[in-house]
């Protein structure tokens, strides 16, 4: 009878990875004859974009997490927008915040000069991801990219607005959220360890300032410290106006991939909702204890970040027949 549950068990997860990514689908040398320069052409070109603006490391990673929490890792969030169809770039979370699009089609540019055809705008985004974590200053792990994504054609405007987490969801609807995708309360964890790096508008963290204050049940030392980073943000941001202007989303080491973003939450001073409320509303301790266990320990951080950005990576992909190779990662081949 365990057997039984066992095997039931055992046919329910292969059933599952089977159907919420092509992982198997994808391979892990698959330009090594088609375009052997692929992998080398992409992480040099990372790394002369961020010596110019090392903000860029954020911003390439971010695109690859866009692209694949709407329509899967499709490149979808890379299309202009046509007549009648208007593109993902122009939805509420992208708008005025999606950066790094040159890059993109600066590799894409040189890559079809090397090998047309060959190397889909999806992949290169993964590529440019890993390469992006790796080559911030103070650099964070590195992981294998599986490849022969295919590149969507269309995009997904509303779903943009649908799928991608908003800073000022609670810790339901963001697990929710990341459950829709296939990730579970881990990867939400390790991947929110992003904002390591880069930082956000102060319309993304304006709410956190001003909301009404809250309970705080960590005791009054920690509900002053709590403050005085509101003021601070108060300070760059306030009641209204000055929208665009930036605040780093970990204030004490803005230019490391490194855990402190883990400290910082504990603390209560993550820079956006989002961050907070995975300590906040963590009713049974359970994330709390592996933010603990992040903030102590920097390798268990960069290994689960590795294993899930392979997880989102693997997001619904197109591979074989579908979809095409874009020549031109704006517009779907005519
Ligand atoms: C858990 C849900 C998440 C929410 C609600 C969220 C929300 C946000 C927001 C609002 C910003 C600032 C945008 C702006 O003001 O222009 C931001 C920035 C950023 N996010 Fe997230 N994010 C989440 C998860 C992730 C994940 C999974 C990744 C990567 C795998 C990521 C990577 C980044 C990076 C690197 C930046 C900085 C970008 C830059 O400086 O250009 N975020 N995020
Ligand atoms: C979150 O922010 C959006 C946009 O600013 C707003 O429309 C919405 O009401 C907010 N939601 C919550 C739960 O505060």
Redesign the pocket.
């Known amino acids: 009878m365990e057997r039984l549950g066992l095997l039931l068990i055992l046919i329910t997860i292969l059933f599952n990875t089977q159907t919420l990514s092509g992982n198997e689908l994808l391979i892990h040398d698959y330009y090594k004859e088609k375009c052997p320069l692929a992998e080398e052409i992409v992480r040099h070109n990372v790394g002369v974009a961020l010596l110019k603006d090392p903000r860029l490391a954020a911003s390439l990673l971010r695109l690859h997490f866009h692209d694949c929490f709407v329509l899967g890792c499709d490149a979808s969030v890379l299309l202009d927008s046509v007549e009648g169809m208007p593109s993902e770039k122009q939805a ?1 979370p992208n708008l005025n915040s999606l950066r790094g699009f040159e890059v993109i089609d600066k590799i894409k540019y040189l890559l079809e000069e090397e090998c047309p055809y060959t190397v889909s705008c999806a992949d290169i985004l993964a590529m440019v991801a890993r390469d992006a974590v790796e080559l911030v200053l103070r650099g964070g792990p590195r992981w294998e990219v599986w490849l022969g994504r295919k590149d969507s054609l269309e995009s997904s405007f509303s779903g943009a607005n649908l799928f991608i987490p ?5 810790l339901e609807t963001l697990i929710n959220n990341f459950k829709q995708q296939g990730l579970d309360i881990e990867d939400l964890v390790a991947l929110s360890g992003s904002h390591t790096i880069g930082r956000a508008r102060c ?1 993304s963290f304006r ?1 956190r300032i001003y ?1 009404p204050k809250q309970e705080y049940h960590y005791g009054y030392d920690r509900y002053k410290r709590y403050t005085n980073f509101r003021r601070i943000l108060g300070s760059i941001c306030p009641v209204t106006g000055r929208d665009n202007k930036f605040a780093p989303l970990d204030f004490q080491t803005p230019k490391r991939f490194d855990n402190h973003y883990f400290i910082n939450i504990l603390e209560g001073k993550g820079l956006l ?1 989002s961050d907070n409320v995975l300590i906040s509303q963590d009713l049974d301790g359970k994330i709390t204890e592996q933010v603990w266990a992040y903030a102590s320990n920097e390798k268990l951080f960069f290994a689960s970040f590795a294993k899930s950005m392979m997880k989102m990576g693997n997001i619904n992909v197109l591979t074989g027949n579908e979809g095409e190779i874009r020549r031109n990662c704006r517009f779907v081949n005519a």
């Open positions: 509420g908003a800073p000022n969801s609670s319309t709410q909301e909702g």
